[in-house]
């Protein structure tokens, strides 16, 4: 069962730190209320952070991201990168957080490929199994035991989409993550399987990627065709599901009501902390703008979508961390 979620009516107020925007929502919560972001991050012993557009974006490592993370590690907060991004295994996060300089090894890292193969593994008796998706996805479900097979390209002979389509007698069922190669023909062939009755799976529903200008569709775009398609729902993996939260809650024992989850996108990282009872803070280094928070905050119908607190960047979270610790130095309880 799902933590009740945190508020019913939510009241808006700001306050500066430094000249600069922090915002933080007063919420009626189930144990407590929050006065300032400050009590927010005194109190959280565990912080989840999502990944692009909150530590690093297409240029690099977001200021302040490496020394937020060390400060963090030296209060003996736990820490944990969350991802939605099904391309890269964790060990190939872990290579990317070293090549960035983020003080992050692989134990502090869940993706939503990781989380899919080891709930396939729970649920025992899979494989082989259908996989629109990339490689981080093939190395998940190796480590797991878990025979697959669609991984890579697949245009057909001369090219020809409708041509030799076998669809294997055995399959168990149908995993969709994010794939660089989705045609046509693996349309007809998840749609098929997932006609068949099988089982059911997507690693997350994000509509778009984040990549400068461009607008890249993502996993979500790629899931609602096959969705379309067949007329069924899948199980899904990443924020702001069940799953994904279960590895959380079980393999790592967080406490929601001291968890702070940092992300840049409303309808995934904040949804998912708020769904599940967490604090939840936004930074506008990613997909969201003031604008959109701002129409979130009259929306009705988009509740879950607003974060605990706002701030510009990492590196705002870092400063406001500091101070707050500062004064809990200089002002002993006792």
Not at 16 to 31: A, I, N, R
Not at 228 to 240: N, Q, T
Not at 241 to 269: A, E, K, S, W, Y
Request: with cysteine.
């Amino acid at each position: 069962m799902c933590v009740a979620t945190r508020f019913v009516v939510l009241l808006f107020f700001n306050f500066q730190v430094g000249g600069s925007l922090s915002t933080c929502s007063q919420l009626p919560m189930k144990t407590k209320r929050v006065s300032s972001a400050g009590e927010v991050l005194r109190q959280c012993s565990t912080y989840l952070f999502d990944c692009d557009g909150v530590l690093w974006n297409s240029k690099g490592v977001i200021p302040g991201a490496i020394a937020l993370l060390d400060r963090l590690f030296e209060l003996k907060r736990n820490v944990f990168l969350i991802t939605n991004n099904s391309t890269k295994s964790v060990e190939q996060y872990s290579e990317k957080c070293r090549t960035l300089g983020l003080p992050v090894s692989a134990k502090n890292i869940i993706c939503s490929a990781n989380v899919a193969a080891n709930y396939l593994k729970c649920q025992g008796n899979f494989g082989p199994i259908y996989v629109v998706g990339q490689s981080g996805i093939g190395l998940e479900l190796d480590k797991c035991g878990i025979a697959h097979f669609g991984i890579g390209p697949d245009q057909g002979p001369d090219n020809d989409v409708f041509r030799d389509i076998h669809l294997k007698p055995n399959t168990t069922g149908v995993l969709i993550g994010f794939d660089e190669y989705f045609n046509y023909r693996k349309l007809i062939k998840a749609t098929s399987y997932v006609c068949r009755g099988l089982p059911f799976f997507a690693t997350n529903e994000d509509a778009q990627l984040p990549e400068g200008d461009t607008i890249l569709p993502g996993t979500g775009s790629i899931l609602a065709s096959v969705k379309y398609a067949a007329g069924k729902e899948p199980i899904v993996m990443g924020k702001p599901h069940q799953p994904i939260f279960d590895v959380l809650r079980n393999q790592h024992n967080i406490d929601p009501d001291q968890t702070l989850m940092i992300g840049d996108r409303l309808d995934t990282d904040i949804a998912f902390g708020n769904r599940f009872g967490m604090y939840t803070a936004c930074v506008l280094t990613g997909v969201t703008d003031s604008e959109l928070l701002n129409k979130v905050k009259t929306d009705p119908g988009r509740i879950l979508h607003r974060p605990t607190c706002t701030f510009e960047s990492v590196q705002q979270i870092l400063e406001k961390l500091n101070e707050v610790e500062n004064q809990g130095a200089s002002h002993p309880m006792g």
